[in-house]
T-cell receptor, first 117, second 109 residues
Framework: GAGVSQSPRYKVAKRGQDVALRCDPISGHVSLFWYQQALGQGPEFLTYFQNEAQLDKSGLPSDRFFAERPEGSVSTLKIQRTQQEDSAVYLC???????????????FGDGTRLSIL | TQLLEQSPQFLSIQEGENLTVYCNSSSVFSSLQWYRQEPGEGPVLLVTVVTGGEVKKLKRLTFQFGDARKDSSLHITAAQPGDTGLYLCAGASGNQFYFGTGTSLTVIP
């Protein structure tokens, strides 16, 4: 399809395991955002890429969280040594324009629901 | 940290009623966006407002951006069950988008 695709849709892992979440943005979109969303709450910003450059990672909760977008398209969010508090929905969004200036909308994927046992 | 506070957090109304959702902040934003999110899906953009005092209408939905660009409101006229969902405001600052705390709306047939 032409939208943002995230995989897997659901991920269950044991505490202490590493997980990797994938985001395929809309082709040609410059900006890519990762968010963490708790049930019934608004998404919280994790990190932002402009093409392959990670320009802002101030929202990553700890050094166990790592994101990359090596070729400026597909992005991966990795969480090492997972903890129960990492359980959440992780959303990816892409936007045509760089940064947050202007009025280009963010297009969201349907998220990955991560459950840490 | 969520800079944008929404109220109410939960709203349950009968079909045909009107409602208003508020989005408030102490920070100034260059633009504010409103999204609607349904269970198991990502948020979908409804509107972007960029000018202080701006009013935009989208069928039964009316969006307003405060004069000081710190707050916004969403008014729904004659709500329908299809309006049920989580409504989110979002503002841009630097390289980040800050989302509001969310308003969960249920419209009962």
């Amino acid at each position: 399809g032409a939208g943002v695709s995230q995989s897997p849709r659901y991920k269950v892992a044991k505490r202490g395991q590493d997980v990797a979440l994938r985001c395929d943005p809309i082709s040609g979109h410059v900006s890519l955002f990762w968010y963490q969303q708790a049930l019934g709450q608004g998404p919280e910003f994790l990190t932002y890429f402009q093409n392959e450059a990670q320009l802002d990672k101030s929202g990553l909760p700890s050094d166990r969280f790592f994101a990359e977008r090596p070729e400026g398209s597909v992005s991966t969010l990795k969480i090492q040594r997972t903890q129960q508090e990492d359980s959440a929905v992780y959303l990816c969004a892409s936007s045509l324009s760089p940064g947050t200036k202007g009025v280009q909308p963010q297009h969201f994927g349907d998220g990955t629901r991560l459950s840490i046992l | 940290t969520q800079l944008l506070e929404q109220s109410p957090q939960f709203l349950s109304i009968q079909e045909g009623e009107n409602l208003t959702v508020y989005c408030n902040s102490s920070s100034v934003f260059s633009s504010l966006q409103w999204y609607r999110q349904e269970p198991g899906e990502g948020p979908v953009l409804l509107v972007t407002v960029v000018t202080g005092g701006e009013v935009k209408k989208l069928k039964r939905l009316t969006f307003q951006f405060g004069d000081a660009r710190k707050d916004s409101s969403l008014h729904i006229t004659a709500a329908q069950p299809g309006d049920t969902g989580l409504y989110l405001c979002a503002g841009a600052s630097g390289n980040q988008f800050y989302f509001g705390t969310g308003t969960s709306l249920t419209v009962i047939p």
